[in-house]
């Protein structure tokens, strides 16, 4: 992830890497939706330059790409943080006190949900359900889950990511 950097700071996202994700996929059939998740895991995000750049060399309206990469969640246009923090708004986990854990983190980390800090270390996003119930309340920093949590438990896990 060395080029989000690069991307995110605007020196050009337009590297030769992505240069070569792209020769990469000319001529291939159905190739949209992999092309765009190449470029977003060499990017970080998918950058709107870049994506002027594959409209024009592979010939795709840039509506049709924007289409792509709104309707699927797993696409993201602006730059995100090095830990996605993932805050469970399930049924157990809003009873047990998810939205104070959330109201919490946003004060602390200075964003709204989906929102990315200044320095880009953290993204921060509500879910529907992380699926550990049983734990309630949830979140997960990047792929490590925690549960059980007050709001001061979930600033406490934060401080060993910063």
Request: glycine share 10%.
């Amino acid at each position: 992830m060395e080029t989000q950097v690069a991307a995110v700071a605007g020196t050009g996202a337009v590297d030769e890497g992505v240069r070569q994700i792209v020769a990469s996929f000319k001529g291939r059939k159905g190739f949209l939706i992999p092309l765009l998740q190449a470029i977003q895991h060499h990017c970080g995000y998918l950058p709107a330059d870049v994506l002027e750049y594959v409209s024009q060399e592979l010939l795709v309206p840039l509506a049709e790409i924007y289409g792509v990469c709104t309707f699927y969640a797993q696409f993201h246009l602006k730059p995100r943080g090095r830990h996605i923090i993932r805050v469970c708004r399930g049924t157990a986990c809003h009873v047990r006190g998810s939205l104070a854990i959330m109201e919490k983190l946003k004060g602390v980390l200075k964003v709204e949900e989906n929102g990315t800090t200044e320095d880009l270390r953290f993204t921060l996003e509500p879910v529907a359900c992380l699926g550990a119930c049983g734990l309630a309340p949830v979140l997960m920093v990047d792929d490590e889950t925690h549960g059980r949590l007050t709001p001061e438990d979930a600033v406490r896990i934060l401080d060993n990511y910063a």
